[in-house]
């Protein structure tokens, strides 16, 4: 079967540093996908990993082991507008672009 | 913004009735696909549509079935509603000709059945 897992909530102070730790199962492996998503609004885009290694932007990082099944989102200097639910996803397939997701973490960013 | 669109925002509706949901999806896509995300779960894929066709299919009974138009829009129909439908549905279109083919949400429709 198809099993992501991630922390159900965590919590941090602005200016600080924060890491999301994401480990999958997945039967195939053709990309990895970091999103934000506020409450009650749309996933947005954050990072994708599809080699090892790490990705940097700007505030954000995510890294990825494939050989470990694992990712994690780094975000650094946070603001309260951080706080939001934050969704793993993994594209197992090649020829398409479904995407199976975590149930995603709640990040509570205070001041 | 995506430039993705869904239609209505929020709809109810009670037990055995149907339901049709609407996207467009952002210009230039040809891929769209729909997820149901419960209250504090992640989205769950129900299945996609590339070029009119059904590219795809997660773990959803046939009561929920779908349509893809030649501009690439597309509908999500759900029969006989169940209490546990209540959920957000999102649509996602994407490019398969891009490198990341990342996925772009709309925001989402607002299911109640009562």
């Known amino acids: 079967g198809q099993n992501i897992d991630q922390p159900t909530e965590m919590t941090a102070t602005e200016g600080a540093i924060v890491q999301i730790n994401c480990t999958y199962q997945t039967s195939g492996f053709n990309g990895l996908f970091w999103y934000q998503q506020h409450a009650g609004e749309a996933p947005t885009f954050l990072s994708y990993?599809?080699?090892?290694g790490l990705e940097e932007k700007g505030r954000f990082s995510s890294f990825l082991s494939r050989s470990k099944g694992y990712s994690y989102l780094l975000l650094k200097e946070l603001q309260m507008k951080d706080s939001a639910s934050y969704l793993c996803a993994v594209r197992p397939d090649q020829a398409g672009t479904a995407l199976i997701f975590g149930k995603g973490t709640t990040l509570s960013v205070s001041s | 913004e995506t430039g993705v669109t869904q239609s209505p925002t929020h709809l109810i509706k009670t037990r055995g009735q149907q339901v049709t949901l609407r996207c467009s999806s952002q210009s230039g896509h040809n891929t769209v696909s729909w997820y149901q995300q419960a209250l504090g779960q992640g989205p769950q894929f129900i299945f996609q549509y590339y070029r009119e066709e059904e590219n795809g299919r997660g773990n959803f009974p046939p009561r929920f079935s779908g349509l893809q138009f030649p501009n690439y829009s597309s509908e999500l129909n759900v029969n006989a509603l169940e209490l546990d439908d209540s959920a957000l549905y999102l649509c996602a279109s994407s490019w398969p000709g891009l490198a990341r083919n990342e996925q772009f949400f709309g925001p989402g429709t607002r299911l109640t059945v009562l």
């Open positions: 990993n599809v080699l090892d």
